[in-house]
């Protein structure tokens, strides 16, 4: 059974920095691509990184220089590291599976999202 769990976020401070994670089980990670997503309130979906066993791909420039992505293949665990926290980057957090090893290729298993709330 295919699961996805994320955790990790919580409340911090602007300029703060937080790191996610997304625990993978039911599947490896080296034959699928993991993305991360947020949702603000009111706001669109939005695709933040992405990673396979080729490298990462960055999605939204409002996060490039501040986030990266990782990941352990022996924990099957990917992370998201969040530095210089904006009021903006407030969110709940998504990873999502990807349907190939390619970040285009679209998605099919979600988890449950973690909130981050980035305010003083």
């Known amino acids: 059974q295919v699961q996805l769990v994320e955790s990790g976020g919580g409340l911090v401070q602007p300029g703060g920095s937080l790191r996610l994670s997304c625990a993978a089980s039911?599947?490896?990670?080296?034959?699928?691509?993991i993305h991360w997503f947020r949702q603000a309130p009111g706001k669109e979906r939005e695709g933040v990184l992405c990673i396979n066993s080729i490298g990462s791909t960055n999605y939204a420039d409002s996060v490039k220089g501040r986030f990266t992505i990782s990941r352990d293949n022996a924990k099957n665990t990917v992370y998201l590291q969040m530095n210089s926290l904006k009021p903006e980057d407030t969110a709940v957090y998504y990873c999502?599976?990807?349907?190939?090893?390619?970040?285009?290729?679209?998605?099919?298993?979600w988890g449950q999202g973690t909130q981050v709330t980035v305010s003083s």
């Open positions: 999502a599976r990807g349907v190939t090893v390619g970040c285009d290729d679209g998605y099919d298993y």
């Open positions: 039911g599947f490896t990670l080296d034959y699928y691509a």
